[in-house]
């Protein structure tokens, strides 16, 4: 036994004599190691970040002032207009927008501009809905649709070196639907399901109540179409509804970050033969006011008070002034999603939010379009709570309209605020194809981004408290989801205001 155990530690001993040459190396690198490390070397000198690496070739940097491209606009022969502002980087967005949207619908076509969303990007004349999706995942596209009141979007959004395929599918998509009716019969039934869950999100619900509420004419017009007008809807209603608003006197094909003439050359060749239609005049719409109420299983009561925002995106400044009060007035949730202090510095935060622990949330908001808008508070509280949630409301949306109660203090921050707001948005090319097409089809031009901030940096304490009466000298709006068994009546909130 001893001699075993002699000549299992021999083999023992002589491998860790063959190992040893390498761990004493490794031994010795980190010896060199520590010591370059408490005593530079020569070689460390030399590599030293505050010189250029030896044979690492180096960009150019940019110039301290780096200008904005100009957004050049061009109008096809047929009446598209195409508009880029050419920005460096490897990536762009190309969007068609299409002045059309459910202002536009009236008794058959009820929803269509709805079910237009869902069909974007489906099967066309010349390629399957499966080889578009193939198409897309090879090129790391990313396309979206979105339909409102008075717009239809359509965006693609991709690296530069695929912008040639980008521009033949975004237009094969646009021109050639097919609006096959099994593809549409299996949208209406996801249109029917959200439509059902329209009233399990109380916000989404209450936003779309207040256009129903607070307008008559085309703004009234249902966006999220109601299930017996989903079931009027087929693939022909859907393409006779498109053929007729579709036309290229009101299409705008937008993009940034591709050069101009370069989508002039495939838009012209692609675009040359879109039909053209009779000039339209757009719906017009009257802001009414009114209440509604619907009763929901809830321990929560949602409230949502509106009043017009008179000119809409047309009249400018005032628009601006909107904007601004929406910063300073501000509010949010209970719980700063966003992190600590998220907000905290706005009207709501300050006055409401930490004073009431019962307000889960309360925040200004506005939904502006281009002749009027609507601009108010919403809130979420508990059923016990709401009838002073709305007083509160109240007293808030009065206190704008009040000379001396808003501080130079607060409006020269949420000046800042916004103006910081403006400028991080337009860093996003998705966002500038967007504000170019919105703003050509709102403008027929797009405004330099200098006017809109020197439009801020002008606003005065005196302009914030006319703008704010002139607004709630209208009718209020008041819409409520959940136990609204005690939200105010509304007589009672109209008597506040005037």
Request: net charge negative; proline share 5%; with cysteine.
């Amino acid at each position: 036994m001893l001699s075993g155990m002699l000549r299992s530690s021999t083999r023992v001993l002589r491998k860790l004599r063959g190992l040893e040459p390498a761990a004493a190396a490794a031994a010795r690198r980190l010896s060199a190691a520590e010591a370059s490390a408490t005593s530079p070397s020569a070689s460390a000198r030399d590599n030293s970040l505050l010189r250029p690496l030896p044979g690492l070739d180096l960009p150019p940097p940019l110039p301290d002032n780096l200008g904005r491209s100009p957004t050049r606009i061009t109008t096809l022969p047929c009446g598209i207009r195409v508009a880029t502002e050419d920005v460096p980087g490897p990536s762009a967005c190309i969007g068609f927008f299409i002045n059309s949207g459910s202002i536009y619908e009236s008794g058959e076509t009820t929803g269509v501009s709805y079910m237009l969303e869902k069909m974007a990007f489906k099967d066309t004349k010349h390629r399957r809905h499966r080889n578009l999706v193939h198409e897309l995942e090879l090129a790391g596209g990313n396309v979206g649709a979105s339909c409102a009141r008075e717009q239809m979007v359509y965006s693609y959004d991709t690296l530069k070196g695929y912008m040639p395929e980008a521009i033949e599918i975004l237009i094969d998509c646009m021109r050639n639907p097919l609006f096959l009716q099994e593809e549409v019969e299996r949208q209406l039934v996801l249109a029917r399901e959200e439509v059902q869950n329209l009233q399990k999100n109380p916000e989404r619900f209450l936003h779309e109540q207040l256009n129903l509420v607070g307008f008559s004419g085309a703004i009234a017009n249902p966006l999220i179409p109601p299930e017996d007008a989903l079931a009027r809807i087929n693939g022909k209603t859907i393409q006779k509804f498109y053929h007729e608003n579709y036309t290229a006197d009101r299409v705008v094909l937008a993009a940034s970050g591709v050069d101009h003439e370069r989508l002039l050359n495939y838009s012209e060749f692609l675009l040359h033969d879109w039909h053209t239609g009779s000039p339209v005049e757009k719906p017009k719409s009257t802001y009414v006011g009114g209440d509604s109420r619907h009763r929901a299983d809830s321990d929560t009561t949602h409230v949502a008070l509106a009043f017009e925002v008179p000119g809409g995106w047309l009249q400018e400044r005032d628009a601006t002034i909107m904007t601004v009060i929406q910063t300073l007035m501000g509010g949010g949730g209970s719980f700063s999603s966003g992190g600590p202090g998220k907000g905290m510095h706005s009207r709501l935060y300050l006055r409401v939010l930490n004073k009431y622990h019962a307000v889960q949330s309360f925040s200004a908001f506005s939904n502006v379009y281009d002749n009027t808008g609507l601009f108010g508070i919403y809130m979420t509280t508990s059923s016990d709570f709401v009838a002073k949630s709305v007083d509160v409301a109240t007293s808030e949306l009065i206190a704008v309209a009040t000379p001396g109660e808003v501080t130079e203090v607060e409006l020269q921050r949420a000046k800042n605020s916004t103006i910081s707001s403006v400028l991080m948005n337009l860093e996003s090319r998705a966002i500038v194809a967007e504000d170019i097409g919105r703003q050509l089809l709102t403008y027929g031009c797009r405004k330099p981004i200098d006017y809109f901030l020197q439009c801020m940096e002008e606003i005065t304490l005196n302009d914030i408290t006319t703008f704010a009466r002139k607004m709630l000298s209208s009718q209020p709006t008041m819409v409520s989801w959940g136990d609204v068994g005690k939200v105010p009546p509304y007589e009672f909130v109209c008597k506040r205001f005037h």
